[in-house]
Each structure stands twice: as C-alpha cells, then as structure tokens.
C-alpha cells in the first residue's frame, strides 16, 4: 500500500507507506508514474547525502590545517572567534573520546556517526518513506548504543570542567585586557588557583596563561598599528600602557620589530 500526496497540479510530492497528514490518495499496487517517481526521489537523496557527506570531508580537512597552522605557530587557537574555539574544541574532544575506543568498538562508533548523520539527512528531508525510515534508523542506533556499553569510555568531567574554565578565562580576557589584570585576579575570577588556570591553558592552547593575555593585548597593538592613523604613543595609552618606552619595548619582545618598523613593513605587504 502507497499513500500519496498530490499538489494543486496533480504532481506527487510525497509517498509513504503508512498513512500521514496531507495525503491525498492511497495505490494498493505500484503503478508506473508512482515507480518512475520512488526511483527519482531515491536518486536525489543519494545525491544529497553525497553532497552533505564531501560538506563534512571538507570540514575535516579545514580542522586539519587549522591544526597544522597552529602547530607551526602561524597562529592561535585565540586569533579564533570564540564561537569557532569553542566548535574546534568540542570536536577534538569528542575525536579524543572515540580514539579510546579499539577493535570492534571503534568499527561500532564510527557506525554509530554514520547513522546519526543518516538520522539527520532523514529528519531534514522529509522525503518518501521518512517515517520508516526513521523508525529503522533509531533502531539501529539504539542496537548500536548497546553494543558500545559492552565497553564503558573512562569519566572525562575533568576535560569538560577545562573547556569550562578555558572560556571563561577568554571571555575575561576580552573584558578585562586593557586594564592590565594582574594574572591572580583571572584566576580568582574563574575560580581557580594560578597554576590550575596555567595547566589547564597549556594542555588545551599550548601557551601558558598569562601568554594568552599577553597575546591578546598584542593583537590589539597590531590592529591599531595596522587600521588606525593614531601614532605608537597614542596606541600605547589606549591599551592602558602608562610608558611609551615599556611599550616599545613589549612589543619588540613578542613581534621582534618595534611598533613603527611593524607599521612600515605590513604597510609594505599591502
């Protein structure tokens, strides 16, 4: 038995093989336009979960160069939007989780990914056969659930409470980084002691905490010295540095050349 769902014009948009709201008519034998038009529709969605499935091939290339870059030096987890810190860094964590699994139960998870993304695709589509479709893919995944608990993964909390105290230690960065906290302070905002918050910013961005501040202040000096006229004593005081020559000096350290030569070279780049 086929239902079916017709338009103003009388094309079929929808089949199912169980009743749904909106049909408009039921085929207890599959006729020819009804076949012509599973046999469409089944074309079109292999194609689109093709499309989705090289969507998601190209976000892990991009997380590996993301990753290279980083691992180079080029840049920093922080030059990131904290929206795209925060993708990237759930995402590792859940690789990192799943590489604990071995033999049979990492074939089962990366099944199990395998019919989310299904599950997904089906919940989106809304095409012939979703209802059962999704009945079947639940199915499978609970079935998949199951097997995987035959092996519980060791408690983690202490990954998630890092990620926790790594954003709020950012969002005060960004709050607070012009008015020169002292790295004591940062930590008595999270809620921390100094040497937790330094842990927990070496093992998830590879720099020590008080770097990170440092490197925040030095991206602003460099946006300033880039898109702004305002002249390296100016940018000096709008970053709360209180001595033009401790300036220099900062940013000599950390850039090797001084604000001004910074200034002529990029200008020379563009």
């Known amino acids: 038995m086929h239902f079916i769902e017709r338009d103003a014009e009388g094309r079929i948009v929808r089949i ?19 076949t012509e038009w599973l046999k469409v529709n089944s074309l079109r969605t292999a194609t689109i979960q093709q499309l989705q499935q090289s969507d998601l091939n190209m976000v892990r290339v991009l997380e590996d160069l993301i990753e290279v870059l980083m691992s ?7 030059d990131l939007p904290p929206a795209a810190q925060n993708k990237l860094l759930n995402r590792a964590q859940a690789r990192q989780t799943l590489s604990g699994l071995e033999g049979p139960f990492a074939a089962e998870a990366q099944r ?18 979703r209802g059962a479709a999704l009945h079947s893919l639940t199915r499978l995944i609970m079935i998949s659930l199951l097997r995987l608990c035959a092996r519980s993964l060791p408690a983690r909390s202490t ?9 709020r230690f950012n969002e005060l960065i960004e709050a607070h980084y012009l008015e020169h906290w002292p790295l004591s302070r940062y930590a008595l905002g999270v809620g921390v002691t100094e040497a937790r ?8 961005a590879d720099l020590p905490s008080k770097r990170l501040i440092l490197e925040r202040l030095m991206q602003e000096a460099k946006r300033l010295l880039l898109f702004t006229g305002s002249s390296a004593n100016e940018i000096c005081y709008s970053l709360g540095f209180k001595d033009p020559a401790y300036f220099s000096r900062f940013f000599l350290r950390y850039a090797q050349v001084t604000p001004g030569e910074y200034r002529q070279r990029q200008a020379g780049v563009r």
Do not use: Q, W
Request: aromatic letters at 4%; a negative charge; charged letters at 30%.
């Open 112 to 129: 199990l990914e395998v019919l989310f993304g299904l599950l997904g695709s089906e919940v989106e589509a809304d095409e012939a056969g």
């Open 197 to 204: 918050l330094n842990d927990v910013c070496r093992r998830i």
């Open 16 to 34: 199912e093989i169980v009743e749904f709201n909106g049909m408009t008519e039921r085929s207890e034998e599959p006729t020819a336009e009804i």
């Open 72 to 78: 180079k030096g080029i840049i920093s987890i922080t």
């Open 159 to 167: 990954r998630h409470e890092d990620l926790l105290i790594f954003h």
